[in-house]
């Protein structure tokens, strides 16, 4: 007794224990309207009626199908075509009204006529008139509707056949003539004749019969006599599961159903993942296998807390209902957990670094001796946008492979000079004695203590004070001290002089004025032809405009 409202756990109860009692055959079977017993072993989806269908009791009816009259109609019309093409009647000698203004038949409009469009049509010539065609309504069933050959005439394809058989007759004539020439001609020349003369094949056919045994393919074999493709069971590099192991104690081979469930190669050291064939229990978790149990096992709990879900009577609403508890138990997973991390904190801890970073991934590469990858990917290398392995300059080796003092150069001659021309191995031992030669330097000059610029102008002073002393002794001679040298016989600017500051002074401003009349005026002579002091050299070289100085031009706005 079938019941369309909400039932109760003990009611629930009940009737699972009625159909248990059932299936064992403790209990008599349902029985429908018609007196006739239910199996029950069949599905309660297939028992059960739809809602809208439903009568209260249990039946099949709504499983079979109901035959009315309409229907035992269009299936009676089930070979039933329109005649395409057919014409009735003989052709209208006068144009008549409402007709095709093309062609001039009754049974179609002018934009749905299939004739030539003509220059002038029949309604204006009257001329050439079509006959009406044959308009049939075939009210096609529901079989009729879906069957690809309703109308299809097999005598089109009988009068095809006919052509092709001419055709070929007709060339097996040609071929035969031109074959017949060819052997009076070579019998003419005095050469020998062909034994056998195959006229039942021609060149197309000898090309295809040519790449015809090169076309087979795994599991089937072309024979280019018989032009049949013979197809196998197995391909022949395909190796029986039997043969995978021979040992005794390996899995087990069930020869009435051809399987083997375990893994043959469960005892070797072979890796389960590398093997192509693990068992056939190996293909019951892979693909969507998994998936597929998973919502099953999703249903089936949902059926016992009493919720409508059934995996095989409605595939499509457990599969929603599946997804959105997926759905659900994430967002309530990741609630859970930023609550956790906004209470706490560590979010930046959670954060994964970039795989460039960690230059270490799990991509495993397998090589030969020879260098070339026998398993695995090899990891692409990183191009760069500027050049690479150009040698220059009779260089072996490429700039920026050797570092020295903090500097680049080359490897193969220890040189730091970009551009420069290779020098080898003499190049090395040069660098390498300026290098010890410049250490010894630096340790001489790290052992002398460092001067201030006051203490070393300082003691040149001093030195200056006492070489002028002995110079008052002694005869005017050439020496690098400017009070010894005659003013005659040095040159301006030469060597170190005491200024005086007065006539610093005045030359100061005697070159202001002159650089001012030349702004204004012609430049004239700029010494006048006179003798040049210290002093006037000095305020030259004080106020002179250097056009190289990037603080030429510098005005502080604050003075």
Known sequence: MQSTGKLSKEEFQR?????????AGTAPPAVDEDGNEINPHIPQYIVQAPWYIDSGIPTLKHQKVSYSASSSSSSSKLNDWYARGARAGPAATKFRKGACENCGAMSHKTKECMERPRKKGAKWTGEDIMADEVVGSVDLGFEAKRDR?????????????????MVEAQRKKIKAKKLDEELKARAARGEEMLAEVDTSSDEDDADEDKYADAADMAGQHVDTKSRQTVRNLRIREDVPKYLRNLDLNSAHYDPKTRSMRENPYKDSKKNPDEVDYAGDAAFRFSGDASKVTETMLFAMRAAERGNDVHAHA?????EFAYREHLKKRDEVKDKKKSSILERYGGEEHLSKPPPELLQQTEDYVEYSRTGRVIKGAERVKARSKYAEDQLHNNHTSVWGSYWRDGSWGYACCHNTVYN??????AGKEANAAAAMFGMSAAASAQAEPVKSLAEQHAERLAEDKKKGKKGADKKPTSSSNNSTVPAHKRKLGELDVQLSSEKLAEALEREKKRQKSEKDGPAGNRWDAKEVTEEELEA???LRTRRDDPMANFKDGDV
């Open 149 to 165: 050959w309703n109308g299809y005439d097999t005598n089109e394809y009988t009068q095809q056949l006919k052509e092709w058989e």
């Open 15 to 23: 009737r699972q224990d009625l159909e248990a009692a059932r299936k």
């Open 420 to 425: 420069s021309y290779c020098t080898g191995e």
């Open 314 to 318: 409605n595939p499509s609403q457990a």
């Open 540 to 542: 030259h070289r004080m």
